[in-house]
């Protein structure tokens, strides 16, 4: 299984970004897809969650209500979409699979992208 992020970049407080990223490979869709994300300086943390099923977890409580996360099982991509953005959500964001049930834990996924830069900041 692959993983690629899009969507990353540079906006001001307040603005909005939407990251996709996109499964190829062997049967994507039986897979949890989690974002993470990783501040400089700081651990990898989890974020949002969806299920193989569609179910969503969340892990971030600084996110709530700003972050969601949406899934496009045609596509095999799974979207978080960041409103009201903070430059405390400034970061590396990754997103990972497990052929298990959504986790936050960093080390139980087995697929991981490359990651794409959120910079908030202005």
């Known amino acids: 299984l692959q993983l690629q992020e899009s969507g990353g970049g540079s906006v001001q407080p307040g603005g909005s970004l939407r990251l996709s990223c996109t499964a190829s490979?062997?049967?994507?869709?039986?897979?949890?897809i989690g974002w993470f994300r990783q501040a400089p300086g700081k651990d990898r943390e989890g974020v949002l969650c969806?299920?193989?099923?569609?179910?969503?977890?969340s892990y971030a409580e600084s996110v709530k209500g700003r972050f969601t996360i949406s899934r496009d099982f045609d596509k095999n991509t799974v979207y978080l979409q960041m409103d009201r953005l903070a430059p405390e959500d400034t970061g590396v964001y990754y997103c990972a699979a497990r052929d298990l049930a959504c986790t936050d834990q960093v080390a139980w996924y087995s697929y991981w992208g490359r990651g794409t830069q959120v910079t908030v900041s202005g």
């Open positions: 490979g062997i049967m994507p869709d039986y897979y949890a």
């Open positions: 969806s299920s193989r099923s569609g179910v969503v977890e």
